[in-house]
């Protein structure tokens, strides 16, 4: 299989964190790409955005949560729960991590381009309210299902676009939660960094 990924992305950090969680990392090329202007890419995923799943004869797959349920399932159904409670408290913490992920990477775009932002304090607000509720959630660091997982990312993403800025502050409980789990071999593995060289 292979992944279409980008070092700065965190939907991209998902998938291939779980990949590694599931122990099939081996099974998986990951391909770097610039998601803007790689010409592969749309031809594969109509979106044209990463992380892209391409299967051994299948339909390429898209969207890190899909890919996720699929390396999931690969894998014999380790990380997401399936029923229960559980299963809904991981699919409710992906997607408040994913959509806050997508606030802060249009709040940094904006930040970047400069000039009055008509969404900033929209998107502030949703990014600072999502680590407010993971500050009150209770996360496991030491057997993380899927949902634990994605709550790391938001953190992990805040540090990497806005290494000054204090997020912990506030947020214990959050700050030696994602502490421990950027301590993790698949955290470390995936760390967020700027693109290679050329792309
Ligand atoms: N909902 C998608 C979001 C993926 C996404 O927005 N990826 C960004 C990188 S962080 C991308 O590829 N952007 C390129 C574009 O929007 O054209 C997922 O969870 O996979």
């Not at 949703?126 to 407010?132: H, K, T, W």
């Not at 030491?142 to 790391?152: K, Q, S």
Request: charged share 30%.
């Amino acid at each position: 299989m292979q992944l279409f990924i980008a070092s700065t992305s965190p939907f991209a950090r998902k998938a291939r964190i779980v990949a590694h969680e599931l122990g099939l990392g081996d099974r998986i090329v990951m391909i770097e790409v610039d998601p803007w202007t790689d010409p592969r890419l749309r031809s594969l995923n109509p979106l044209a955005k990463v992380p892209t799943l391409i299967r051994d004869g299948g339909e390429p797959l898209y969207d890190s949560a899909v890919i996720c349920d699929y390396l999931d399932a690969l894998a014999g159904r380790r990380l997401i729960p399936q029923d229960g409670e559980r299963r809904w408290r991981a699919l409710r913490l992906q997607a408040l991590a994913a959509d806050a992920c997508t606030a802060a990477g249009r709040l940094f775009a904006g930040e970047r381009r400069g000039g009055e932002d008509p969404m900033r304090e929209r998107l502030l607000a949703a990014v600072e309210a999502a680590l407010d509720a993971l500050e009150r959630e209770p996360l496991d660091d030491v057997a993380p299902d899927f949902g634990d997982l994605c709550a790391a990312l938001l953190p992990g993403y805040c540090d990497f676009r806005w290494p000054d800025r204090d997020w912990r502050q506030g947020r214990p409980r959050l700050a030696a939660f994602a502490a421990a789990m950027e301590r993790r071999t698949s955290f470390v593995a995936t760390r967020h960094r700027a693109p290679k060289r050329g792309l």
